[in-house]
């Protein structure tokens, strides 16, 4: 099963613990967004740093959505340099074990949602911070 992570909150007065674990996940600035494994190692620095992003299981079809409309592949995007059955195909194969930096680059440059954010300080129910069931529903709003 794969996990996307997306970074909300910005760098001010923020613990090194956390900031590293950001700069390793690779996510650096506000509104990046990265899939990954859920793997017990990843969640355990997705929990590191839970009060400044936002994540949870996303299905193939918005992978595909996310691929195609804000994926890039050494600066040009993946709508240029693939055609949509090849996309389709890359997100079946990121779905069933394959490593997102094979097909395109890591990191997906989101814009803010649309309707805006609920709040950036309190977690998922009554904010955007934290684990979320409907993942998918926050990266439709961001593409």
């Given at each position: 099963?794969?996990?996307?992570?997306?970074?909300?909150?910005?760098?001010?007065?923020?613990?090194p613990k956390i900031k590293k674990t950001l700069e390793l996940l690779n996510?650096?600035?506000?509104?990046?967004?990265?899939?990954?494994?859920?793997?017990?190692?990843?969640?355990?620095?997705?929990?590191?740093?839970?009060?400044?992003?936002?994540?949870?299981?996303?299905?193939?079809?918005?992978?595909?959505?996310?691929?195609?409309?804000?994926?890039?592949?050494?600066?040009?995007?993946?709508?240029?340099?693939?055609?949509?059955?090849?996309?389709?195909?890359?997100?079946q194969k990121i779905m069933h074990k394959e490593k997102v930096k094979d097909?395109?680059?890591?990191?997906?440059?989101?814009?803010?949602?649309?309707?805006?954010y609920k709040t950036i300080k309190k977690p998922a129910p009554e904010g955007?911070?934290?684990?979320?069931?409907?993942?998918?529903?926050?990266?439709?709003?961001?593409?």
């Amino acid at each position: 099963m794969k996990i996307a992570v997306v970074r909300i909150r910005g760098i001010r007065n923020i613990s090194p613990k956390i900031k590293k674990t950001l700069e390793l996940l690779n996510i650096e600035r506000v509104n990046n967004c990265i899939v990954l494994d859920d793997t017990p190692q990843n969640m355990g620095m997705v929990k590191v740093c839970k009060d400044y992003v936002a994540y949870g299981p996303v299905s193939e079809n918005v992978l595909f959505e996310l691929l195609r409309k804000r994926g890039e592949k050494g600066g040009r995007m993946l709508r240029e340099v693939m055609e949509n059955e090849e996309i389709k195909q890359a997100a079946q194969k990121i779905m069933h074990k394959e490593k997102v930096k094979d097909f395109v680059d890591p990191v997906f440059r989101l814009h803010p949602p649309r309707k805006g954010y609920k709040t950036i300080k309190k977690p998922a129910p009554e904010g955007d911070l934290g684990k979320r069931e409907d993942m998918d529903s926050l990266l439709k709003r961001m593409m």
